[in-house]
């Protein structure tokens, strides 16, 4: 049995990333896609790509650049695009879990200077894990909460347990190819982090997972982390869970809520 808990960071590849999310002087590398390597698969606008700077160890890195707009944002994105790109994403994600070559793998995505991310341009990242398995890490009480709004089997909560702390919103379909329904949840979502959100946050994070015979999309607004959680592990709760569930409901599911009463 494996017992790895950590993973483990090569600085020397780390110092030769290139940054863009902070400093704009530097030119996007996702750009130039004639100087592009790895190509793994193309649809379109989107690449999945080995990762050029693998920094993770035990780990094989991949890079899906979402589109070819360099200044275009996950809540931007057309309702064709948006299900060709989680299709893309999702299919390779399942792909590399059904290969039995990793303990585990993972998608997510980064957007934002808080985000933990280095480059501008939209992308995800799936990576798979030689000897560790996220699930060792994640519970069902993670995903649960008020519910927002459900629709085609698909549901959309809000955390009451928050991994973190404070807000985290949670959609869930039922194991399979991704529904528009799914797409457009995580979409609203961060489209009211980035716009609506009591404090119009700039950095988000997408974590995806496959348990129970459930997908999972975890949406992570993101600032300063609150040292209890760094130094005790402590995530809080936030006292306006209603308020916030109310109001995402007003804002994007009026019409359908008018519907189906």
């Not at 100087?35 to 790509?49: A, F, S, Y």
């Not at 989680?86 to 399942?94: E, K, P, T």
Request: aromatic share 12%.
């Amino acid at each position: 049995m494996n017992n790895n808990t950590h993973l483990f960071f090569n600085t020397s590849i780390g110092v030769q990333k290139p940054e863009n999310i902070r400093n704009k002087t530097q030119s996007c590398p996702f750009c130039a896609r004639d100087e592009l390597t790895g190509i793994i698969d193309e649809e379109g606008p989107i690449l999945l790509l080995k990762n050029k700077f693998p920094v993770l160890e035990n780990a094989f890195q991949t890079v899906l650049v979402e589109t070819d707009v360099c200044d275009e944002e996950f809540s931007q994105y057309s309702a064709d695009h948006l299900n060709r790109l989680l299709d893309f994403a999702i299919r390779h994600w399942m792909r590399m879990e059904a290969s039995g070559d990793f303990r585990s793998v993972i998608l997510f995505k980064n957007h934002g200077p808080l985000s933990g991310g280095t480059i501008a341009h939209s992308h995800m990242q799936i990576v798979g894990l030689y000897d560790l398995d996220y699930h060792e890490k994640i519970g069902e009480a993670d995903f649960r909460g008020p519910v927002i709004h459900e629709d085609e089997g698909v549901q959309l909560n809000l955390s009451d347990r928050p991994k973190v702390g404070f807000y985290e919103f949670n959609i869930i379909m039922d194991h399979g190819r991704p529904s528009a329904t799914f797409a457009s949840f995580i979409q609203n979502v961060v489209h009211y982090i980035m716009n609506s959100y009591p404090y119009k946050c700039s950095s988000y994070n997408l974590f995806f997972y496959s348990m129970n015979g459930k997908i999972i999309c975890k949406v992570v607004p993101r600032f300063v982390t609150t040292p209890l959680f760094i130094g005790y592990q402590l995530p809080q709760v936030p006292n306006n869970l209603e308020w916030m569930k109310n109001d995402i409901q007003n804002r994007y599911f009026q019409g359908t809520m008018e519907k189906e009463a």
